[in-house]
Protein backbone atom coordinates (compact mmCIF):
# COMPACT_ATOMS: atom_id res chain seq x y z
CA UNK A 1 0.00 0.00 0.00
CA UNK A 2 0.88 3.49 -0.15
CA UNK A 3 2.02 5.67 2.93
CA UNK A 4 0.17 9.12 2.40
CA UNK A 5 2.56 10.89 3.11
CA UNK A 6 3.59 14.39 1.67
CA UNK A 7 5.58 14.59 -1.68
CA UNK A 8 5.86 10.84 -2.65
CA UNK A 9 5.89 9.99 -6.75
CA UNK A 10 4.81 5.97 -7.64
CA UNK A 11 6.97 4.07 -8.96
CA UNK A 12 6.34 1.77 -11.77
CA UNK A 13 3.81 -0.43 -9.74
CA UNK A 14 5.63 -1.23 -6.88
CA UNK A 15 3.44 1.29 -4.82
CA UNK A 16 6.64 2.47 -3.30
CA UNK A 17 6.86 5.98 -1.55
CA UNK A 18 9.76 8.47 -2.68
CA UNK A 19 9.61 11.52 0.10
CA UNK A 20 12.11 14.07 -1.68
CA UNK A 21 13.67 15.76 1.60
CA UNK A 22 13.76 19.56 -0.13
CA UNK A 23 12.26 21.76 2.42
CA UNK A 24 15.27 23.79 3.57
CA UNK A 25 14.71 23.21 7.32
CA UNK A 26 14.46 19.05 7.05
CA UNK A 27 16.50 17.82 9.75
CA UNK A 28 16.53 14.40 7.95
CA UNK A 29 18.07 15.32 4.84
CA UNK A 30 17.64 11.76 2.49
CA UNK A 31 15.17 11.36 -0.20
CA UNK A 32 13.54 8.14 0.86
CA UNK A 33 11.31 5.09 -0.47
CA UNK A 34 8.73 3.93 2.55
CA UNK A 35 5.98 0.62 1.80
CA UNK A 36 4.50 -1.76 2.79
CA UNK A 37 4.01 -5.19 1.78
CA UNK A 38 0.62 -6.91 1.72
CA UNK A 39 2.04 -8.94 4.82
CA UNK A 40 2.97 -6.24 6.98
CA UNK A 41 6.67 -5.87 6.60
CA UNK A 42 7.82 -1.93 6.19
CA UNK A 43 10.69 -1.45 3.82
CA UNK A 44 12.48 2.08 3.87
CA UNK A 45 15.22 2.44 1.17
CA UNK A 46 17.37 5.17 1.81
CA UNK A 47 20.09 6.12 -0.87
CA UNK A 48 23.14 8.30 0.19
CA UNK A 49 25.84 9.90 -1.50
CA UNK A 50 28.52 6.98 0.18
CA UNK A 51 29.59 4.63 -2.32
CA UNK A 52 29.40 0.67 -2.79
CA UNK A 53 28.55 0.12 0.89
CA UNK A 54 25.14 -1.03 2.07
CA UNK A 55 23.57 -0.82 5.60
CA UNK A 56 20.52 -3.04 6.47
CA UNK A 57 19.09 -3.03 9.84
CA UNK A 58 16.11 -4.66 10.42
CA UNK A 59 13.95 -3.84 13.29
CA UNK A 60 11.66 -6.05 15.58
CA UNK A 61 9.26 -4.12 17.40
CA UNK A 62 9.58 -6.71 20.43
CA UNK A 63 12.40 -5.77 23.44
CA UNK A 64 11.90 -6.24 27.19
CA UNK A 65 8.49 -4.15 27.36
CA UNK A 66 6.98 -7.21 25.42
CA UNK A 67 7.56 -9.85 28.20
CA UNK A 68 4.35 -9.88 29.66
CA UNK A 69 4.49 -13.08 31.44
CA UNK A 70 6.15 -13.49 34.68
CA UNK A 71 8.87 -16.01 34.67
CA UNK A 72 9.74 -14.92 31.39
CA UNK A 73 11.79 -11.99 31.40
CA UNK A 74 15.28 -11.36 29.53
CA UNK A 75 13.77 -13.47 25.86
CA UNK A 76 13.97 -10.24 24.04
CA UNK A 77 17.89 -10.46 24.72
CA UNK A 78 18.01 -13.56 23.97
CA UNK A 79 16.79 -13.91 20.89
CA UNK A 80 19.40 -11.59 19.83
CA UNK A 81 22.03 -14.60 20.30
CA UNK A 82 19.20 -17.46 19.16
CA UNK A 83 18.81 -15.35 15.95
CA UNK A 84 22.40 -16.02 14.64
CA UNK A 85 21.87 -20.48 15.64
CA UNK A 86 21.11 -20.31 11.84
CA UNK A 87 18.52 -22.95 9.64
CA UNK A 88 18.30 -25.80 7.51
CA UNK A 89 19.46 -23.73 4.35
CA UNK A 90 21.94 -21.50 6.32
CA UNK A 91 23.48 -23.44 9.25
CA UNK A 92 25.50 -20.91 11.50
CA UNK A 93 28.77 -22.27 10.01
CA UNK A 94 27.60 -21.42 6.31
CA UNK A 95 26.17 -17.99 7.22
CA UNK A 96 28.68 -16.87 9.00
CA UNK A 97 31.24 -18.19 6.28
CA UNK A 98 29.41 -16.15 3.47
CA UNK A 99 29.11 -13.05 5.86
CA UNK A 100 33.15 -13.47 6.21
CA UNK A 101 33.71 -14.06 2.50
CA UNK A 102 31.81 -10.70 1.87
CA UNK A 103 33.63 -9.05 4.06
CA UNK A 104 30.71 -8.00 6.02
CA UNK A 105 30.27 -6.97 9.71
CA UNK A 106 27.00 -8.15 11.49
CA UNK A 107 25.40 -7.90 14.47
CA UNK A 108 22.78 -7.48 17.13
CA UNK A 109 21.21 -4.96 20.08
CA UNK A 110 18.43 -4.86 22.26
CA UNK A 111 16.65 -2.51 23.92
CA UNK A 112 13.45 -1.88 26.38
CA UNK A 113 11.28 -1.56 23.07
CA UNK A 114 12.52 -3.15 19.93
CA UNK A 115 15.63 -5.32 18.95
CA UNK A 116 17.77 -4.67 16.22
CA UNK A 117 19.64 -6.72 13.86
CA UNK A 118 22.32 -4.73 11.04
CA UNK A 119 24.96 -6.05 8.61
CA UNK A 120 26.76 -3.45 6.94
CA UNK A 121 28.41 -5.01 3.30
CA UNK A 122 29.21 -4.37 -0.11
CA UNK A 123 26.28 -3.32 -2.17
CA UNK A 124 27.10 -6.20 -5.00
CA UNK A 125 25.75 -8.59 -1.98
CA UNK A 126 23.03 -7.20 -1.67
CA UNK A 127 20.81 -9.83 -2.81
CA UNK A 128 22.93 -12.64 -1.15
CA UNK A 129 22.46 -10.48 2.24
CA UNK A 130 18.75 -9.86 1.91
CA UNK A 131 18.39 -13.86 1.45
CA UNK A 132 20.16 -14.94 4.12
CA UNK A 133 18.39 -12.62 6.67
CA UNK A 134 14.75 -13.95 5.18
CA UNK A 135 15.69 -16.92 5.67
CA UNK A 136 16.05 -16.79 9.32
CA UNK A 137 13.57 -14.39 10.30
CA UNK A 138 10.91 -17.06 8.71
CA UNK A 139 12.65 -20.51 8.99
CA UNK A 140 15.22 -19.77 12.98
CA UNK A 141 15.46 -23.62 13.78
CA UNK A 142 17.30 -24.66 17.22
CA UNK A 143 17.35 -27.86 19.03
CA UNK A 144 16.64 -28.10 22.85
CA UNK A 145 20.84 -28.75 23.71
CA UNK A 146 21.33 -25.79 21.37
CA UNK A 147 19.24 -23.27 23.18
CA UNK A 148 20.40 -24.54 26.65
CA UNK A 149 24.01 -23.41 25.63
CA UNK A 150 23.00 -20.03 24.65
CA UNK A 151 20.63 -19.53 28.36
CA UNK A 152 24.23 -20.63 29.51
CA UNK A 153 25.98 -18.16 27.72
CA UNK A 154 23.01 -15.50 28.80
CA UNK A 155 23.58 -16.24 32.21
CA UNK A 156 27.54 -15.84 32.17
CA UNK A 157 27.01 -12.13 30.57
CA UNK A 158 24.50 -11.26 32.98
CA UNK A 159 27.33 -12.42 35.74
CA UNK A 160 29.75 -10.33 33.89
CA UNK A 161 27.86 -7.10 33.45
CA UNK A 162 27.12 -7.38 37.42
CA UNK A 163 30.76 -7.21 37.59
CA UNK A 164 29.90 -3.12 36.84
CA UNK A 165 27.97 -1.14 39.58
CA UNK A 166 26.33 0.97 37.08
CA UNK A 167 24.81 -2.42 35.42
CA UNK A 168 23.80 -3.42 38.50
CA UNK A 169 22.62 0.07 39.31
CA UNK A 170 20.21 0.60 36.16
CA UNK A 171 19.02 -2.85 37.25
CA UNK A 172 18.17 -1.09 40.86
CA UNK A 173 16.73 1.99 39.50
CA UNK A 174 14.21 0.26 37.16
CA UNK A 175 12.82 -2.34 39.91
CA UNK A 176 12.33 0.69 42.70
CA UNK A 177 10.67 2.76 39.80
CA UNK A 178 8.16 0.92 38.40
CA UNK A 179 5.79 -1.74 39.89
CA UNK A 180 3.81 -3.55 37.26
CA UNK A 181 4.62 -2.14 33.67
CA UNK A 182 7.62 -4.48 32.07
CA UNK A 183 9.86 -1.36 32.28
CA UNK A 184 10.82 -2.80 35.78
CA UNK A 185 13.13 -4.82 34.43
CA UNK A 186 16.21 -4.14 32.34
CA UNK A 187 16.87 -5.88 28.56
CA UNK A 188 18.69 -9.20 30.20
CA UNK A 189 15.74 -9.60 32.83
CA UNK A 190 15.46 -11.01 36.39
CA UNK A 191 18.15 -12.98 37.50
CA UNK A 192 15.68 -15.45 38.74
CA UNK A 193 14.10 -15.70 34.93
CA UNK A 194 17.64 -16.13 33.77
CA UNK A 195 18.39 -18.98 35.68
CA UNK A 196 15.70 -20.66 34.87
CA UNK A 197 15.60 -19.83 31.45
CA UNK A 198 17.14 -23.51 30.31
CA UNK A 199 13.68 -25.03 31.13
CA UNK A 200 12.21 -22.88 29.05
CA UNK A 201 12.62 -24.13 25.28
CA UNK A 202 9.34 -24.64 24.69
CA UNK A 203 8.02 -20.84 25.91
CA UNK A 204 11.10 -19.55 23.71
CA UNK A 205 9.28 -20.87 20.57
CA UNK A 206 6.03 -19.35 21.43
CA UNK A 207 7.81 -16.29 21.75
CA UNK A 208 9.37 -16.21 18.55
CA UNK A 209 6.18 -17.09 17.07
CA UNK A 210 4.58 -14.33 18.48
CA UNK A 211 7.13 -11.63 17.29
CA UNK A 212 8.87 -11.93 14.68
CA UNK A 213 6.26 -11.75 11.86
CA UNK A 214 6.03 -9.10 9.44
CA UNK A 215 3.80 -7.11 11.26
CA UNK A 216 6.57 -6.30 13.90
CA UNK A 217 9.51 -5.75 11.89
CA UNK A 218 10.96 -2.99 9.31
CA UNK A 219 13.73 -3.60 7.28
CA UNK A 220 16.02 -0.29 6.89
CA UNK A 221 18.09 -0.44 3.82
CA UNK A 222 20.77 2.83 3.99
CA UNK A 223 23.64 3.70 1.30
CA UNK A 224 24.50 2.75 -2.17
CA UNK A 225 20.80 1.49 -3.12
CA UNK A 226 18.15 2.08 -5.23
CA UNK A 227 14.59 1.40 -4.01
CA UNK A 228 13.04 -0.27 -6.95
CA UNK A 229 16.18 -2.75 -7.00
CA UNK A 230 15.53 -3.21 -2.97
CA UNK A 231 11.97 -3.89 -3.29
CA UNK A 232 12.13 -5.88 -5.91
CA UNK A 233 14.61 -8.05 -3.34
CA UNK A 234 12.67 -8.22 -0.41
CA UNK A 235 9.16 -8.44 -2.34
CA UNK A 236 11.02 -12.39 -3.70
CA UNK A 237 12.59 -13.53 -0.62
CA UNK A 238 10.06 -11.58 2.43
CA UNK A 239 6.48 -11.69 0.66
CA UNK A 240 5.56 -15.65 1.92
CA UNK A 241 6.24 -14.79 5.36
CA UNK A 242 3.12 -15.00 7.22
CA UNK A 243 1.19 -11.98 9.01
CA UNK A 244 0.87 -13.05 13.21
CA UNK A 245 -2.30 -12.20 15.24
CA UNK A 246 -0.39 -11.25 18.53
CA UNK A 247 -0.41 -8.60 20.34
CA UNK A 248 0.92 -7.95 23.87
CA UNK A 249 -0.98 -6.56 26.92
CA UNK A 250 1.46 -4.47 28.24
CA UNK A 251 0.11 -3.25 31.78
CA UNK A 252 -0.10 0.16 32.99
CA UNK A 253 1.94 1.52 35.46
CA UNK A 254 -0.01 2.99 38.55
CA UNK A 255 0.52 6.66 39.46
CA UNK A 256 3.39 7.20 41.22
CA UNK A 257 2.12 8.58 44.61
CA UNK A 258 5.43 9.64 46.48
CA UNK A 259 9.01 9.58 46.10
CA UNK A 260 10.81 6.65 46.18
CA UNK A 261 14.69 5.66 47.13
CA UNK A 262 16.88 2.75 47.23
CA UNK A 263 20.67 2.33 47.55
CA UNK A 264 23.26 -0.16 46.49
CA UNK A 265 26.14 -1.28 48.71
CA UNK A 266 28.92 -2.23 46.44
CA UNK A 267 30.87 -4.78 47.65
CA UNK A 268 34.25 -3.12 46.31
CA UNK A 269 35.80 0.61 45.84
CA UNK A 270 34.07 2.60 43.57
CA UNK A 271 33.07 5.83 43.37
CA UNK A 272 30.00 7.39 44.34
CA UNK A 273 26.89 7.53 41.71
CA UNK A 274 23.80 9.28 42.78
CA UNK A 275 20.84 8.96 40.08
CA UNK A 276 17.26 10.96 40.13
CA UNK A 277 14.76 9.68 38.38
CA UNK A 278 11.47 10.75 37.58
CA UNK A 279 8.11 9.91 35.45
CA UNK A 280 8.65 10.70 32.31
CA UNK A 281 5.78 10.87 29.35
CA UNK A 282 5.84 7.96 26.65
CA UNK A 283 7.61 9.27 23.32
CA UNK A 284 5.33 11.88 21.22
CA UNK A 285 5.83 13.85 18.43
CA UNK A 286 1.87 15.42 18.99
CA UNK A 287 2.69 17.58 21.69
CA UNK A 288 5.57 19.33 23.06
CA UNK A 289 6.52 17.15 25.87
CA UNK A 290 9.05 14.36 24.41
CA UNK A 291 11.02 17.69 22.78
CA UNK A 292 10.71 19.88 25.64
CA UNK A 293 12.35 17.06 28.13
CA UNK A 294 15.35 16.50 25.60
CA UNK A 295 16.23 20.49 25.88
CA UNK A 296 16.17 20.48 29.44
CA UNK A 297 18.54 17.28 29.95
CA UNK A 298 21.02 19.57 28.29
CA UNK A 299 20.04 22.95 29.02
CA UNK A 300 20.39 21.79 32.67
CA UNK A 301 22.79 18.86 32.85
CA UNK A 302 25.13 19.32 30.12
CA UNK A 303 29.14 20.76 30.15
CA UNK A 304 27.57 23.96 29.51
CA UNK A 305 24.59 24.09 31.76
CA UNK A 306 25.75 26.56 35.06
CA UNK A 307 25.43 23.03 37.57
CA UNK A 308 27.78 21.41 35.81
CA UNK A 309 30.38 23.85 35.59
CA UNK A 310 29.61 24.54 39.46
CA UNK A 311 29.76 21.08 40.47
CA UNK A 312 32.16 19.17 37.91
CA UNK A 313 34.36 22.84 36.80
CA UNK A 314 34.62 24.88 39.79
CA UNK A 315 33.73 22.82 43.09
CA UNK A 316 35.20 19.38 41.55
CA UNK A 317 32.52 17.61 43.69
CA UNK A 318 32.16 15.35 40.70
CA UNK A 319 33.77 13.99 37.79
CA UNK A 320 30.69 13.20 35.37
CA UNK A 321 26.86 14.78 35.35
CA UNK A 322 24.36 14.44 32.61
CA UNK A 323 20.54 13.20 31.82
CA UNK A 324 18.60 10.92 29.87
CA UNK A 325 15.60 11.99 28.40
CA UNK A 326 14.13 8.91 27.58
CA UNK A 327 12.40 8.24 23.84
CA UNK A 328 10.10 5.16 24.80
CA UNK A 329 7.10 3.73 23.58
CA UNK A 330 5.36 3.94 27.10
CA UNK A 331 6.13 5.94 29.76
CA UNK A 332 9.66 5.60 31.09
CA UNK A 333 12.43 7.67 33.23
CA UNK A 334 14.03 11.15 33.18
CA UNK A 335 17.34 10.10 34.95
CA UNK A 336 19.81 12.52 35.93
CA UNK A 337 23.01 11.09 37.45
CA UNK A 338 26.43 12.41 39.32
CA UNK A 339 29.48 10.29 39.67
CA UNK A 340 30.69 12.05 42.74
CA UNK A 341 34.62 11.91 44.38
CA UNK A 342 33.90 11.76 47.40
CA UNK A 343 31.07 9.93 49.27
CA UNK A 344 30.83 12.95 52.53
CA UNK A 345 29.78 15.12 48.71
CA UNK A 346 26.61 13.06 48.04
CA UNK A 347 24.12 14.77 49.62
CA UNK A 348 25.39 18.05 48.63
CA UNK A 349 25.22 17.21 44.80
CA UNK A 350 22.05 15.38 44.94
CA UNK A 351 20.84 18.21 46.51
CA UNK A 352 22.05 20.79 43.94
CA UNK A 353 20.54 18.92 41.14
CA UNK A 354 17.33 18.76 43.30
CA UNK A 355 17.76 23.04 43.40
CA UNK A 356 18.49 22.79 39.70
CA UNK A 357 15.30 21.09 38.79
CA UNK A 358 12.83 23.21 41.68
CA UNK A 359 14.49 26.39 39.63
CA UNK A 360 13.44 24.95 36.35
CA UNK A 361 9.91 24.23 37.74
CA UNK A 362 9.08 27.64 39.61
CA UNK A 363 10.76 30.48 36.28
CA UNK A 364 11.18 30.41 32.69
CA UNK A 365 14.61 29.73 31.24
CA UNK A 366 16.41 31.85 29.00
CA UNK A 367 15.12 32.65 25.73
CA UNK A 368 19.05 33.03 24.06
CA UNK A 369 19.95 30.08 26.37
CA UNK A 370 16.94 27.55 24.45
CA UNK A 371 17.70 28.90 21.11
CA UNK A 372 21.21 28.01 21.60
CA UNK A 373 20.09 24.59 23.11
CA UNK A 374 17.67 23.97 20.08
CA UNK A 375 20.72 25.08 17.42
CA UNK A 376 23.12 22.46 19.06
CA UNK A 377 20.78 19.94 19.62
CA UNK A 378 19.92 20.39 15.40
CA UNK A 379 23.63 20.83 14.51
CA UNK A 380 24.98 17.60 16.56
CA UNK A 381 22.30 15.48 15.05
CA UNK A 382 23.05 16.69 11.96
CA UNK A 383 27.03 16.34 12.21
CA UNK A 384 26.25 12.45 13.07
CA UNK A 385 24.89 11.70 9.86
CA UNK A 386 28.44 11.38 8.38
CA UNK A 387 27.93 7.37 7.01
CA UNK A 388 25.19 4.96 6.02
CA UNK A 389 25.81 3.08 8.53
CA UNK A 390 25.00 5.64 11.37
CA UNK A 391 22.51 7.03 9.37
CA UNK A 392 20.82 3.32 9.90
CA UNK A 393 21.88 3.39 13.51
CA UNK A 394 19.86 6.33 14.15
CA UNK A 395 16.77 5.53 12.11
CA UNK A 396 16.37 2.17 13.29
CA UNK A 397 15.52 3.90 16.91
CA UNK A 398 12.88 6.32 15.52
CA UNK A 399 11.53 3.46 13.53
CA UNK A 400 11.20 1.45 16.40
CA UNK A 401 8.45 4.25 17.52
CA UNK A 402 6.54 5.11 14.83
CA UNK A 403 7.60 3.05 11.81
CA UNK A 404 8.91 6.02 9.42
CA UNK A 405 11.77 8.30 9.42
CA UNK A 406 8.62 11.14 9.64
CA UNK A 407 8.53 11.00 13.27
CA UNK A 408 11.99 13.06 13.21
CA UNK A 409 10.85 15.93 11.47
CA UNK A 410 7.87 16.06 13.46
CA UNK A 411 10.12 15.85 16.92
CA UNK A 412 12.37 18.52 15.23
CA UNK A 413 9.71 20.88 14.67
CA UNK A 414 8.37 20.59 18.19
CA UNK A 415 11.53 21.05 19.10
CA UNK A 416 11.90 24.21 17.52
CA UNK A 417 8.29 25.48 18.91
CA UNK A 418 9.65 24.96 22.72
CA UNK A 419 9.17 27.96 24.88
CA UNK A 420 10.66 28.84 27.79
CA UNK A 421 7.11 28.57 29.41
CA UNK A 422 7.08 25.34 27.71
CA UNK A 423 9.97 24.29 29.47
CA UNK A 424 8.53 25.10 32.75
CA UNK A 425 5.77 23.49 32.09
CA UNK A 426 6.86 20.48 31.72
CA UNK A 427 9.00 20.38 34.51
CA UNK A 428 6.43 21.73 36.55
CA UNK A 429 4.34 17.98 35.08
CA UNK A 430 6.85 15.87 35.15
CA UNK A 431 9.61 16.76 37.82
CA UNK A 432 7.85 16.26 40.68
CA UNK A 433 8.87 14.64 43.79
CA UNK A 434 5.88 12.23 43.80
CA UNK A 435 7.22 11.01 40.66
CA UNK A 436 10.80 11.07 41.76
CA UNK A 437 13.08 7.99 42.76
CA UNK A 438 16.50 8.28 44.03
CA UNK A 439 19.10 5.33 43.83
CA UNK A 440 22.46 5.61 45.13
CA UNK A 441 25.79 3.58 44.70
CA UNK A 442 28.24 3.21 47.07
CA UNK A 443 31.17 1.63 48.08
CA UNK A 444 32.83 0.16 51.20
CA UNK A 445 32.99 2.68 54.30
CA UNK A 446 31.18 5.62 52.28
CA UNK A 447 28.38 5.49 55.57
CA UNK A 448 31.99 5.85 58.06
Known amino acids: MVVAMPKFLLTCCCAIALFAADAPRKIFPYSYAQEDLANGLRLITVPTDYPNIVALYIVVQAGSRNEVEPGHT ?11 KGTETYPQARYDSILKQAGASSNAFTTDDFTCYHTTFSKEDLEKVLAMEADRFQHLKYN ?17 NSANPEAKLDEVIADT ?19 DMPNQYDYSLR ?3 RYYRPEYTTIVAVGDVKPKAVHDLVEKYWSAWKRGDYKAEI ?11 NQVDWPAPTLPIVTISYKAPAYSEASRDTAALEAIAFLAFSPTSELYQKL ?8 RLSADSPHNVDPSLFTVTARVKNAADIDYVRDQILETIAGLREKPVDGARLDAVRNHLRYSFAQRMDNSDTIALILARYIALRRTPETIERLYTQLAQVTPEDIQKSAAMYLVDNGRTIVTVTGPGAGQ
Open 74 to 84: GFAHLFEHLMF
Open 144 to 160: EAEFKTETLAVLGEYNK
Open 177 to 195: AFDRHTYKHTTMGFLKDIQ
Open 207 to 209: FFD
Open 251 to 261: PAEPVQDKPRR
Open 312 to 319: VIREQKAD
